[in-house]
């Protein structure tokens, strides 16, 4: 049936008498029981797959202990956090820790050995009654302290070489772990620009493809 109304108005469709999506059949008692059957052989099937693959990690974990003398949660940490703990957490200083730190280094160039314990009880009244002014110049001086042993030059051509490859191999893992999360290409060529110590380029690929192709591009262009 079409309703209209004058000459020129569009027909209207009647109002449905019936649903527009019908309900599903409700399953019987001997499909429902088949579904859950299905369900349980599927999750059994999961659950001895992911138990393998368990057992597998924590037998090459501990193979790689034996091989580099490193712990195995090192190698876990790598396997299923993909590098993430590799990068510096970066914490609130606490003002307490660092006076207790400066009073048990004072008493260690004085020559006296004593246990934190100790420590804490001796100085916890002098901590209390030192002004919070006081107490920024000491917590700035420790994190200057700080920043000149993580960021300060190397002496040594050994000590900047070694430093050069664990930031390298860190940068790899943190890199290869954010593929592994996100998916990404990328490479990276790190040289010295200093004259202090000799080293070589250091070229870094994700992929051997991004190598290939670059290799390509620098023969077509005659890089």
Same mark, same amino acid.
């Given at each position: 049936?079409?309703?209209?109304?004058?000459?020129?108005?569009?027909?209207?469709? +009647?109002?449905?008498?019936?649903?527009?999506?019908?309900?599903?059949?409700?399953?019987?008692?001997?499909?429902?029981?088949?579904?859950?059957?299905?369900?349980l052989?599927?999750?059994?099937? /999961? $659950?001895?797959?992911?138990?393998?693959?368990?057992?597998?990690?924590?037998?090459l974990a501990d193979h790689l202990r034996e091989k580099y003398k490193k712990k195995p949660h090192y190698f876990l940490n790598l396997f299923f956090n993909g590098g993430v703990r590799v990068s510096k957490k970066h914490t609130k200083i606490n003002?307490?820790?660092?006076?207790?730190?400066?009073?048990?280094?004072?008493a260690s160039e004085a020559g006296q050995t004593e246990r934190l314990v100790d420590v804490q009880g001796d100085w916890l009244e002098e901590?209390?009654?030192?002004? +919070?002014?006081?107490?920024?110049? /000491?917590?700035?001086?420790?994190?200057e302290t700080k920043n000149e042993h993580e960021?300060?030059?190397?002496?040594?051509?050994?000590s900047m070489v070694k430093d050069v490859h664990a930031t390298v191999s860190s940068i790899q893992q943190l890199l290869e772990g954010l593929n592994a999360r996100v998916g990404i290409d990328v490479f990276f060529c790190l040289v010295h620009n200093s004259p202090n110590f000799h080293m $070589?380029?250091?070229?870094?690929?994700?992929?051997?493809? /991004?190598?290939?192709?670059?290799?390509?591009?620098?023969? /077509?262009l005659r890089w």
């Amino acid at each position: 049936m079409v309703v209209t109304h004058g000459p020129h108005c569009h027909p209207l469709v +009647p109002r449905r008498t019936t649903p527009k999506w019908a309900k599903a059949a409700a399953l019987t008692a001997a499909q429902q029981k088949a579904n859950v059957l299905c369900g349980l052989a599927t999750q059994t099937e /999961i $659950d001895a797959e992911v138990c393998s693959f368990v057992t597998h990690a924590l037998s090459l974990a501990d193979h790689l202990r034996e091989k580099y003398k490193k712990k195995p949660h090192y190698f876990l940490n790598l396997f299923f956090n993909g590098g993430v703990r590799v990068s510096k957490k970066h914490t609130k200083i606490n003002p307490s820790n660092v006076f207790q730190s400066m009073k048990a280094a004072q008493a260690s160039e004085a020559g006296q050995t004593e246990r934190l314990v100790d420590v804490q009880g001796d100085w916890l009244e002098e901590y209390r009654n030192t002004s +919070p002014k006081d107490l920024e110049k /000491i917590v700035a001086n420790f994190k200057e302290t700080k920043n000149e042993h993580e960021k300060g030059m190397r002496v040594t051509v050994k000590s900047m070489v070694k430093d050069v490859h664990a930031t390298v191999s860190s940068i790899q893992q943190l890199l290869e772990g954010l593929n592994a999360r996100v998916g990404i290409d990328v490479f990276f060529c790190l040289v010295h620009n200093s004259p202090n110590f000799h080293m $070589d380029p250091i070229w870094y690929f994700l992929r051997e493809s /991004i190598e290939s192709y670059l290799k390509m591009v620098a023969t /077509i262009l005659r890089w």
